[in-house]
């Protein structure tokens, strides 16, 4: 059984490394958004954008719309710079870093859309992860249990003390023999019947236990380790649904805005390609596309988010397809770094997943069926 532990769990690392890496992306991308507001294709984004139902009926206008984003950019910078510096500090572990880095979290999840990216959802997730085992335990004692191997993979002596003669052979070196039984001496007594499973006759603590109580130690240990989910798994649950989640929710947006605004997308499309306008694509063209990539998107975030729910129902199959899904984006973020650095975000995410479902306390976890 593992004993407690003050050395800091795996998860409190992931977690606020997710947090300063994304704090910074948060940052640069506040930075950017507000170095651009003044150029004539960002308010003239912003114009097209009043210009659309239902944000045609707030009342607001290209300048107050542009000072709006400056505050909520600048709300964001200042949040992340808070959220980035309390990450580190939860590493100590310090119980008020972990609460003011969750204060902080709220304005950078919200303002942090506003500033472009969902890089303040991963600040938001990091936060979370804080506050689930074996986290909640590090932070409340300053110590924590590491799961128990596997039962069934953990290696018993079972051999009693042995007479042993030493006897130097031919070479002078000296081997081991065990003692012949004396000739009156009949065969050795059985310790159990042929097929009967080894019963645990004492606890991990070292006390006796009675013969009743004996298989039920055992029944309840494998118990304890089915209900206890490993904090890699949990960290690979909660990254799943904020990557996935969050593109599910943009494709979604981009078929809403291609269906009802197609005007709307013809000037974001004039103002980020416009070279495929000079080349005579059509309106029909562009909407045929977005629903086509959009609706792939939907499919494959959905089919993500469905292994990570079965992966933490403990189906290995799933464990398995959602490691291929998260490499598979990983590869694809990668490919797209150079003509989009925000995709090192997702790209990170990708890759994190796949070493936390790679862990040995997860394919133990995995590996454990329930009696």
Do not use: N
């Not at 490394?17 to 948060?26: D, G, H, K, P, Y």
């Not at 958004?33 to 114009?47: D, H, K």
Request: hydrophobic letters at 50%; proline letters at 9%; glycine letters at 8%.
């Amino acid at each position: 059984m593992s004993q407690p532990t003050e050395q800091r769990p795996p998860q409190v690392t992931l977690a606020s490394s997710i947090v300063m890496f994304a704090s910074l992306m948060v940052l640069l991308a506040a930075w950017e958004q507000v170095s651009t507001l003044g150029s004539l294709e960002t308010q003239q984004a912003i114009r097209d954008f009043l210009g659309e139902a239902p944000f045609s009926s707030l009342g607001l206008d290209v300048t107050g719309a542009t000072e709006a984003l400056r505050i909520a950019c600048m709300v964001a910078a200042a949040a992340a710079c808070a959220t980035g510096v309390l990450g580190w500090y939860v590493r100590k572990p310090d119980r008020s870093a972990r609460l003011g880095l969750s204060v902080f979290a709220v304005p950078v999840f919200v303002t942090g859309l506003a500033a472009g990216g969902l890089a303040g959802s991963f600040v938001a997730a990091g936060a979370v992860m804080l506050w689930t085992a074996p986290a909640r335990e590090w932070f409340a004692t300053g110590r924590w249990t590491p799961p128990s191997p596997a039962p069934d993979r953990q290696v018993r002596d079972k051999k009693g003390p042995a007479q042993r003669r030493t006897t130097p052979d031919e070479h002078g070196s000296a081997w081991s023999a065990p003692r012949p039984p004396a000739p009156d001496a009949g065969p050795p007594p059985s310790t159990r019947p042929f097929g009967e499973p080894v019963r645990a006759t004492h606890s991990p603590y070292g006390q006796p236990l009675a013969p009743d109580a004996a298989p039920a130690a055992g029944v309840g240990t494998r118990q304890q380790l089915l209900r206890t989910r490993p904090g890699a798994m949990v960290a690979a649950f909660v990254i799943t649904v904020v990557t996935a989640g969050g593109l599910l929710g943009l494709s979604l947006l981009w078929i809403a805005i291609a269906g009802l605004s197609p005007d709307f997308l013809m000037s974001v499309l004039e103002q980020q390609q416009p070279d495929l306008l000079d080349d005579g694509i059509t309106l029909d063209q562009v909407q045929s596309t977005v629903f086509a990539l959009a609706g792939g998107f939907i499919v494959w975030c959905g089919l993500a988010l469905v292994l990570a729910g079965f992966a933490m129902a403990r189906r290995d199959w799933a464990r398995r397809g959602l490691i291929v899904s998260a490499a598979f984006s990983a590869g694809a973020c990668i490919a797209l770094v150079v003509s989009t650095p925000l995709t090192l975000i997702p790209a990170a995410a990708a890759v994190a997943t796949v070493v936390c479902l790679r862990r040995g306390d997860v394919r133990r976890w995995f590996a454990l069926e329930p009696r």
